[in-house]
């Protein structure tokens, strides 16, 4: 779904591309951030809990996700992908 650059990582705010979308679509039935600066706090699992952060910028509108922590445990070129796992949780895992 994303494959982590070296822009991303420094600014620790990365572009929601259309897969991501999709899969927040297919989760929630619709765009689960539809008020311009407003946010989501989501639950996810990675090797323990983390927060995802999901926002649409005030300025240029663009659609972003951010991990809380995510430093720790993802480099740049690795790729993360979104699933729901068994308990119907957001589970992040990177390749």
């Not at 929601?16 to 946010?39: C, I, L, Q, R």
């Not at 005030?58 to 993360?80: A, E, L, Y």
């Amino acid at each position: 779904m994303i494959k982590v650059t070296q822009t991303m990582y420094d600014k620790s705010c990365i572009d929601a591309n259309k897969s991501v979308m999709a899969f927040f679509d297919d989760y929630w039935g619709e765009n689960p951030h539809n008020t311009y600066g407003g946010y989501f706090l989501i639950k996810g699992v990675f090797e323990a809990d983390t927060n995802i952060k999901l926002f649409r910028t005030k300025t240029r509108k663009d659609n972003r996700i951010s991990f809380s922590g995510w430093k720790k445990w993802i480099k740049v070129g690795d790729t993360i992908t979104l699933t729901i796992d068994t308990d119907d949780q957001i589970a992040v895992e990177v390749e």
